[in-house]
């Protein structure tokens, strides 16, 4: 009896602390409006900030993104990304490994992320965060490149309804 008990507290564990799904994702579905604001490859000094719009697409395996970005000089260009969460692996524009998760609701979560690969034609970890609500999304990536200590941001989109 204590065997099965234990079993089930356990798996009860296992649900009460379980990862996001695609269905949690459903939060992006539609239209967006907001910012990038990235760090210039060119210097990694000077910040830029570009507006863009997000219009994200929903199904069972995950997301659909279409990014509109006004340039300085007023030309709009696209970028097509997709969002899916497979347990412990997260492709959002590339593979992702899971950190952690903080889930108040379905609407209402936070999710870290890490990966390694280059950024600037230097070796370099990655970090991603990624908060999402029903009237905001916030995902920023930090960079550290090899034999440094600090983890810097490259880039940040903010999303509003």
Not at 7 to 30: E, M, Y
Not at 33 to 51: A, M
Not at 110 to 131: C, H, P, W, Y
Request: proline fraction near 1%; aromatic fraction near 12%.
């Amino acid at each position: 009896m204590k065997t099965l008990a234990a079993a089930i507290l356990l798996s009860i564990g296992f649900l009460i602390d379980a990862n996001l799904t695609n269905d949690h994702l459903k939060v992006f579905k539609g239209d967006w409006e907001g910012n990038l604001t990235y760090l210039n490859y060119g210097d990694d000094k000077t910040l830029v900030t570009l507006p863009v719009k997000l219009v994200a697409t929903y199904s069972e395996k995950g997301l659909s993104f279409e990014y509109f970005y006004t340039e300085p000089g007023g030309a709009i260009e696209k970028r097509k990304g997709k969002f899916e969460l497979r347990g412990e692996k997260v492709y959002y524009n590339g593979r992702w490994d899971l950190v952690s998760t903080e889930i108040d609701d379905m609407e209402n979560w936070t999710m870290e992320l890490k990966s390694t690969g280059k950024d600037n034609n230097r070796k370099a970890d990655f970090q991603k965060t990624i908060v999402v609500s029903t009237s905001k999304i916030t995902v920023t990536k930090k960079v550290k490149y090899e034999g440094t200590d600090e983890f810097f941001m490259r880039n940040q989109h903010i999303f509003k309804r």
